[in-house]
């Protein structure tokens, strides 16, 4: 059973379309994050969320944004996509810090036309 | 020079073999080592996940760490096809919630 789920798996969207991704948890982690994977490289954190406490990545686009309503659920939102923003995006849950470990979902892959 | 280095192959072996896969790193402070298995498409899966040095068995997989040459191995014994995938290896520190990942080894075994 999926305990880390992204909706949609694919999403397209145009050129500085705002584009939201989701993500639900079922194992009650206090950690939500979410990644960026582009073709055949590591995964890149973006932010991530202790609670409710929100966490940015230095390196991170103001373009990006996230959204935490409640334990379960974490969102992502790109306010103005650019093609270099075309990735798989990752969502991952931990119990807490590293000596816990993270468990991904299987992405959403986002397409920019 | 990055933190975690990888080989990103592809590795291609036949059927059967021992497969090894490496991650050298830079960090003193990561003590958390972690293994994905990632397929086309899909997200990564966790592997094997050890503290400190020393080994961990699961299976036909085995995680070695060897944190005075700041080194780690995945052994797969026995390769089925299905073990084709992209391996990371990650790591972190205690007090640390991001993960470091290499860039991954594309590992192909052949029928």
């Known amino acids: 059973d999926a305990m880390v789920i992204q909706n949609p798996r694919y999403q397209v969207t145009q050129f500085g379309k705002p584009v939201t991704l989701s993500c639900s948890q079922t194992l009650n982690h206090n950690v939500m994050y979410w990644y960026q994977q582009k073709s055949s490289q590591a995964p890149k954190l973006l932010f991530h969320y202790y609670d409710k406490d929100f966490n940015n990545e230095a390196d991170t686009p103001d373009n990006f944004q996230s959204r935490r309503p409640n334990t379960s659920f974490c969102f992502l939102d790109i306010r103005s996509p650019g093609l270099g923003d075309a990735a798989m995006y990752l969502c991952?849950?931990?119990?807490?810090?590293?000596?816990?470990?993270?468990?991904f979902g299987d992405g959403t892959r986002l397409s920019i036309l | 020079q990055k933190e975690v280095e990888q080989d990103p192959g592809p590795l291609s072996v036949p059927e059967g073999a021992i497969v090894s896969l490496n991650c050298t790193y830079s960090n003193s402070a990561f003590q958390y080592f972690m293994w994905y298995r990632q397929y086309s498409r899909k997200g990564p899966e966790l592997l094997m996940y050890t503290y400190s040095s020393g080994n961990k068995e699961d299976g036909r997989f085995t995680a070695q760490v060897d944190k005075s040459s700041k080194y780690i191995s995945l052994f797969i014994r026995d390769s089925q096809p299905s073990d084709s995938a992209t391996y990371l290896c990650?790591?972190?520190?205690?007090?640390?919630?991001?993960?470091?990942f290499g860039s991954g080894t594309r590992l192909l075994v052949r029928p």
């Open positions: 990650a790591m972190t520190s205690d007090s640390s919630y991001k993960l470091i």
């Open positions: 991952a849950t931990s119990e807490g810090q590293g000596n816990q470990p993270q468990h």
